[in-house]
């Protein structure tokens, strides 16, 4: 394996940890303090963002920090996954920063996806302002009424009647639905075809957020808190019509789109969990050196020392397999990465949320409070354990693996189960 860096992947590493230290961590307090105080919770229709996160955009564009996730050298910075891997990881210590680099969820898979699958006509209409922040997106595949969990328990509906396509049924934690700058939806929606098997029924559908019976229902708390001015939502899709020419890849293409999708995704998601736990390892250290109790540095007390290096240790780890699957997804594709990239989604978030727990100790009071990223980071960290499938699911995909290389196959078991010799 080979996890080395081209001179131009370097350059945009460097180049973004400079715009990171220098430009967007000094004003961050400052930017979501603002957020706080200009945003009505009970209204998300009044949301805007602050002036910042423009001012920051037309910066970072014009050095070159921009849509740095697409592997095209003309419409990107045309990295490899494994290049782009370091990048993620340091836009992961600012939860601002991917959105001033035009990176961050969920428009950097969605973006992809048009990209990678979309017509001439969709990457017109819909990839080319997204790709210059005119406008932003929201992913609609999550459920309330039925288990997530199992994708093709999906019950939201893409009839195709004559040249057009209705929508019925519900989505929710759709990412980013209070955006004021949200123009499209990507809904995966089923589209029953008895023909054909269970993981080719389902389809990808471009929905603008003002087509009639498209109704935002509310936005939804993460421990209570509102991720405003970007917002998850409930909505509702209510006899919604779209044309025929708005499926992405053709209808029933939907499970394999999403693979498509979710993979880099899932590396992107893991490496911002990496510097967001680098982050908060910091923020331990320099906080447990500062503050005195029972005369020495609180670091020195109660097996804290030892949790710096449970901290580090685990963060490397993580950082490891994710360089890895990368690596691997660059050379021989998704589906032979499918066991690392399962596990990396498992083992970073985890690794994110028990480092920023500790931090979290460390600092008291100050660290359940505002004051710090630290409670927002937390609230990522457990969100992520079950965004792109919960642990369990991924756990689920390695164990199939494990056993099929060993020459058992899941199903034949349930058989031997259900008729034992």
């Not at 097996?303 to 699957?325: D, F, H, P, V, W």
Request: charged share 25%.
């Amino acid at each position: 394996m080979n996890f080395s860096m081209s001179q131009k992947a370097r350059e945009y590493l460097n180049k973004t940890k400079k715009f990171i230290d220098e430009e967007i961590l000094p004003i961050e307090d400052d930017f979501w303090k603002e957020v706080h105080e200009t945003c009505d919770y009970s209204d998300w229709t009044t949301w805007k963002w602050p002036k910042n996160l423009e001012i920051l955009q037309t910066k970072a564009r014009a050095i070159g920090l921009w849509n740095m996730f697409l592997p095209d050298e003309e419409l990107g910075a045309g990295l490899s996954i494994q290049e782009y891997a370091h990048i993620a990881e340091q836009t992961g210590r600012s939860a601002l920063a991917p959105m001033i680099f035009n990176c961050s969820a969920p428009d950097t898979g969605n973006m992809e996806l048009v990209w990678r699958y979309g017509t001439e006509q969709q990457k017109k209409q819909w990839l080319a302002p997204l790709l210059n922040a005119e406008i932003r997106s929201v992913f609609c595949m999550t459920e309330p009424e039925v288990a997530s969990s199992d994708a093709t328990n999906m019950k939201t509906t893409a009839i195709i009647e004559g040249d057009e396509i209705v929508l019925n049924g519900r989505k929710w934690w759709a990412s980013g639905l209070g955006d004021p700058n949200s123009k499209i939806l990507i809904v995966m929606a089923l589209t029953p075809d008895t023909s054909k098997g269970k993981h080719e029924q389902h389809s990808m559908v471009l929905v603008p957020i003002n087509t009639p019976g498209v109704i935002v229902e509310r936005m939804l708390p993460i421990f209570g808190e509102i991720d405003a001015p970007h917002g998850h939502g409930e909505v509702s899709f209510n006899n919604v019509r779209v044309p025929i020419v708005n499926f992405i890849g053709g209808a029933g293409q939907g499970f394999a789109i999403a693979q498509g999708r979710l993979g880099p995704g899932r590396i992107h998601h893991c490496m911002r969990c990496i510097g967001a736990s680098e982050r908060a390892l910091e923020l331990m250290i320099d906080r447990g050196m500062n503050r005195v109790a029972f005369g020495q540095p609180i670091l020195h007390l109660g097996g804290n020392m030892e949790k710096i290096a449970e901290a580090r240790i685990a963060i490397s780890q993580a950082r490891l397999m994710t360089l890895y699957a990368a690596w691997k997804m660059d050379t021989v594709g998704n589906v032979d990465a499918m066991t690392e990239i399962s596990a990396i989604k498992v083992i970073a978030p985890n690794v994110m949320q028990n480092v920023v727990d500790m931090a979290i100790q460390i600092h008291g009071g100050m660290g359940v409070s505002n004051d710090t990223p630290l409670a927002r980071l937390y609230g990522s960290a457990r969100a992520l354990r079950l965004a792109d499938g919960p642990d369990e699911v991924h756990k689920r995909v390695i164990s199939r693996l494990e056993l099929k290389k060993r020459g058992y196959a899941l199903n034949n078991i349930k058989k031997k189960e259900k008729n034992p010799s």
